[in-house]
């Protein structure tokens, strides 16, 4: 199928994008890698009357350091992203997640910013930007705001975005050198959507755990916090740490749902197994699942 007609726009700054999204009083999509966007209007899911492409924007482009954290432009493309030294260096999670996304072809085009915004709820750039602990920039005609990544989504596709804002930057605070990272998926073929996954970082200091956060992605609406498994590794000397129990914890915090690919059961065994095994090698306890 080809998609329903369509004006295209390219504008060249954030002011101008806004505007036309404003001016299009909710007729209008933006399209950053298309990856996802594209199959959704050939098959007359998505009939926007205006296609705003960001791609010619430049400040939506690059990754900087700034205070307290690592920026990355929406519109950087996720291929760029896994080659970049300040995300290697900075936020190994969020490199190791990323890897998972796609394939090398789909990573070419895709951006950060497109998976942070689309909102599925087994993706992995989501889940990482909950878990990482990110903020969230947008900008609208109205002015800016910043959200928390726990706060931005509401459900499956369904993010605190209005029709006529923008995503303007993803910030990850920092995270200590040598922090440790936490990564998991099960997916029924690499490059496919997480049947089930999990993401996170987490700080040792003199052999206890002092910073924690660590999310699930395909075990809910929307990626899952893992809260009660943060707390019960809080504090906690590695010789005192359970990773089964842990793992339990986890997934008493999340809401699976069943559909053609897996049970909610599956999920939740599934999900504690790959958890538990995960803390398990990262500390390097004994006591692997
Ligand atoms: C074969 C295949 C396999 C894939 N596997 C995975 C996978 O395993 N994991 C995964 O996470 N993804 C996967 N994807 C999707 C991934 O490739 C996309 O990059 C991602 O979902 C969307 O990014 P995009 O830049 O292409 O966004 P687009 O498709 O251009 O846009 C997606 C949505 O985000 C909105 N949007 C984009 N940028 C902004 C912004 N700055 N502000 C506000 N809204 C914005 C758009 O309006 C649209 O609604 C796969 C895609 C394909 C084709």
């Known amino acids: ?21 404003a001016e299009a009083g909710g007729g209008a999509t933006i399209i950053a890698g298309g990856q996802t966007l594209m199959p959704l209007l050939n098959l007359r899911m998505s009939q926007p009357f205006i296609l705003v492409d960001i791609n010619g924007i430049a400040d939506l482009k690059g990754v900087s350091q700034v205070e307290g954290g690592t920026r990355i432009g929406p519109a950087t493309r996720q ?28 990573r070419n085009r895709g951006t950060i910013g497109g998976s942070v915004a689309l909102g599925e709820p087994a993706a992995e750039m989501p889940a990482t930007a909950v878990a990482l602990g990110a903020r969230i920039e947008i ?11 726990d706060a931005f989504y509401l459900g499956p596709y369904m993010t605190v975005l209005e029709t006529d ?37 987490l700080v040792l200091e003199g052999g206890t755990v002092t910073r924690a956060g660590i999310a699930w992605f395909g075990m809910g609406a929307t990626p899952i916090r893992a809260r009660q498994a943060e707390a019960a590794l809080l504090g906690t000397a590695l010789d005192r740490i359970d990773p089964q129990a842990v793992a339990r ?16 059961e599956y999920r939740r065994t599934i999900g504690a197994r790959i958890f538990a ?13």
């Not at 896994?82 to 995300?87: F, G």
């Not at 990272?181 to 490059?191: D, H, I, S, W």
């Not at 095994?277 to 699942?289: G, Q, Y």
Request: hydrophobic share 45%; glycine share 8%; net charge negative.
């Open 1 to 21: 199928m080809k998609p329903a007609p369509f004006d295209y726009v390219r504008p060249s700054g954030i002011e101008e994008a806004c505007r036309t999204l």
């Open 249 to 264: 914890a986890a997934v008493a915090d999340t809401a699976p749902f069943d559909d053609h690919h897996a049970s909610a």
């Open 277 to 289: 095994r995960a803390l398990a090698e990262t500390l390097d306890l004994r006591s692997a699942a």
């Open 79 to 106: 291929a760029d992203a896994l080659k970049d030294a300040t995300l290697a260096r900075h936020l190994p999670a969020f490199v190791t997640a990323l890897g998972h996304v796609g394939h090398y072809q789909t």
């Open 139 to 149: 900008a609208s005609v109205r002015g800016t705001r910043t959200v928390a990544a």
């Open 165 to 201: 804002e923008l995503v303007t930057g993803i910030v990850y605070p920092d995270w200590p050198d040598g922090h440790l990272v936490l990564f998991r998926e099960v997916a029924q073929r690499p490059g496919d959507f997480a049947l089930v996954g999990m993401v996170g970082a």
